[in-house]
C-alpha cells in the first residue's frame, strides 16, 4: 500500500467513524424522547437489548461497524493495515476501498463464514 492509499483509507475510516457515532446518538436522542430510559453510553446499549428492537440492533450492527473501524485505524498505526488478518496476504484494494474496515481477504472471509473462526 502506498502512502497515498493509506492516507485516504485513513481519511475513509474516521469519516465512516463519525458518520455511525452520528447515527448511534440521533437513534439516542429519538429513544429518549420516546420516553425511553437514557443510554449513558454505547457500551451500555446492549444491556437493555430485550427491547425497542430497531434501535438496538442499530445500535448492535453500529457497534459492530465501530469497532471494526477502530480495528483498523490501530493497524493503520502499526502499519499492518492492508493485511488479513488471517492468511496475512494482501488485501484486494478494491475491497478495501468498498469496504475500508476489511480484517480478511475475500478468501478467508468466504471460509470464515462457512466454517467459522
Ligand atoms: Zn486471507
Same mark, same amino acid.
Given at each position: 500500500?502506498?502512502?497515498?492509499?493509506?492516507?485516504?483509507? *485513513? *481519511? @475513509?475510516?474516521?469519516?465512516?467513524? =463519525?458518520?455511525? /457515532?452520528?447515527?448511534?446518538?440521533? @437513534?439516542?436522542?429519538?429513544?429518549?424522547?420516546?420516553?425511553?430510559?437514557?443510554?449513558? %453510553?454505547?457500551? %451500555?446499549?446492549? @444491556?437493555?437489548?430485550?427491547? =425497542? %428492537?430497531?434501535?438496538?440492533? /442499530?445500535?448492535?450492527?453500529?457497534?459492530? *461497524?465501530? =469497532? %471494526?473501524?477502530?480495528?483498523? /485505524?490501530?493497524?493503520?498505526?502499526?502499519? !499492518?493495515?492492508?493485511?488479513?488478518?488471517?492468511?496475512? !496476504?494482501?488485501? @484486494?484494494?478494491?475491497?478495501?476501498?468498498?469496504?475500508?474496515?476489511?480484517?480478511? +481477504?475475500?478468501? +478467508?472471509?468466504?471460509?470464515?463464514?462457512?466454517?467459522? !473462526?
Amino acid at each position: 500500500m502506498t502512502p497515498e492509499e493509506l492516507e485516504s483509507a *485513513k *481519511k @475513509a475510516l474516521l469519516d465512516m467513524r =463519525r458518520e455511525v /457515532l452520528k447515527e448511534v446518538q440521533e @437513534a439516542m436522542a429519538e429513544y429518549r424522547e420516546l420516553g425511553g430510559e437514557a443510554l449513558p %453510553d454505547i457500551s %451500555d446499549i446492549s @444491556a437493555n437489548a430485550n427491547s =425497542r %428492537d430497531v434501535l438496538l440492533n /442499530l445500535g448492535q450492527n453500529q457497534r459492530q *461497524k465501530l =469497532r %471494526d473501524i477502530e480495528t483498523a /485505524l490501530e493497524r493503520i498505526a502499526e502499519g !499492518e493495515y492492508g493485511n488479513c488478518m488471517r492468511c496475512e !496476504e494482501e488485501i @484486494a484494494a478494491q475491497r478495501l476501498k468498498v469496504r475500508p474496515f476489511s480484517r480478511y +481477504c475475500i478468501e +478467508c472471509k468466504t471460509e470464515i463464514e462457512k466454517y467459522g !473462526e
